[in-house]
């Protein structure tokens, strides 16, 4: 039941009218840090399969599951257990389990120490060809939203292509499994966070419990009508643009009663820079209150803050 303080904005109007879908966007961007798309154009059957065989990965026995967990690279690819990711200055775990699939990139690529190579996952036949094809997808709606982005900032509209080229972006499936009575007492299913990265594009929100917390300080349920794509503003971009767009914090609860034993799926497609693009915040929003920094150290010492390096 779609419920929530924003509107979704049609996609279908981003070829004929570019700046007033961008006008629109921005808007909403510009008030809660988010925005919901309708009409994003990624074919439904590259989303159902990557979902199904998803579904089929998390079914496996834990052990298994486990054996996935990459030996490299802080938990940016392959398996991380229920149990693991704790938000930023919480103490207790969030009740979630996840896979991350980043960029494949060729042999002796320059960024190849920063990004390593996903990690194979043959026990669900086609498993790793619909999360390759998922993360393409959405690699290239996030460039288009970024294109419109740009021009609400009213930066030239390809600013952001160079620096997201080979952006260090992951797609990460999450499983929040049913809540039962053994679960960790207040422990909730994603504690309340901001994104590290530019821009996240959200699948699966659908499912109630994703909340942002507004301006005013109050929770506001997020929750997306069928078939459309959440998105929102990542530290780094909130950081480029002074906080004229703000990153903002959000949260998964848990399920009301009656929905506790069912599991929730989601997939946010967190898109970054290129490890060597320097975030120098630009002139806007009032002095700029940021030193420049490197994506990638940016990137390191928040996921040291979160506890996956
Ligand atoms: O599952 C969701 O709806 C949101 C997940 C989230 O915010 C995250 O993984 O950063
Ligand atoms: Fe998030």
């Known amino acids: 039941m779609p419920n929530s303080v924003i509107q979704p904005v049609s996609m279908k109007s981003y070829d004929s009218d570019f700046a007033g879908f961008a006008r629109e966007l921005g808007f909403w961007f510009e008030k809660f840090g988010f925005a919901i798309v309708a009409d994003h154009g990624v074919d439904q059957n590259v989303i159902d399969k990557a979902l199904q065989k998803a579904k089929e990965f998390f079914a496996l026995p834990v052990e298994v599951k486990k054996s996935y967990k990459s030996p490299v690279g802080a938990g940016q690819r392959g398996y991380t257990a229920f149990g693991v990711e704790t938000a930023k200055d919480?103490?207790?775990?969030?009740?979630?389990?996840?896979?991350?699939?980043?960029?494949?990139?060729?042999?002796?690529?320059?960024?190849?120490?920063?990004?390593?190579?996903?990690?194979?996952?043959?026990?669900?036949?086609?498993?790793?060809?619909?999360?390759?094809?998922?993360?393409?997808?959405?690699?290239?709606?996030?460039?288009?939203i970024l294109q419109a982005i740009a021009t609400y900032l009213e930066l030239p509209r390809d600013y952001f292509d160079a620096k997201v080229a080979e952006g260090n972006s992951i797609l990460r499936t999450l499983h929040y499994p049913a809540v039962g009575p053994e679960a960790t007492p207040g422990a909730i299913r994603a504690g309340a966070h901001g994104d590290i990265n530019v821009i996240t594009l959200l699948l699966g929100a659908e499912e109630p419990g994703l909340q942002l917390l507004d301006k005013a300080g109050q929770w506001q349920a997020v929750t997306a009508p069928e078939g459309c794509v959440v998105i929102n503003i990542g530290d780094m971009l909130s950081r480029l643009t002074n906080d004229r767009l703000p990153s903002t914090i959000h949260r998964v609860i848990n399920p009301e009663p009656e929905r506790a034993r069912f599991a929730r799926y989601s997939a946010p497609f967190f898109l970054h820079f290129s490890p060597d693009v320097l975030i120098e915040t630009l002139p806007m929003n009032g002095p700029v209150k940021y030193e420049p920094i490197n994506a990638q150290d940016f990137l390191e010492q928040r996921l040291r803050e979160i506890k996956l390096a």
């Open 90 to 144: 919480h103490t207790i775990a969030d009740l979630k389990e996840f896979w991350h699939h980043g960029r494949n990139l060729p042999e002796g690529h320059r960024f190849g120490a920063v990004m390593p190579p996903n990690v194979p996952m043959p026990d669900v036949a086609g498993f790793d060809a619909s999360q390759q094809a998922m993360f393409e997808d959405f690699d290239h709606l996030g460039k288009r």
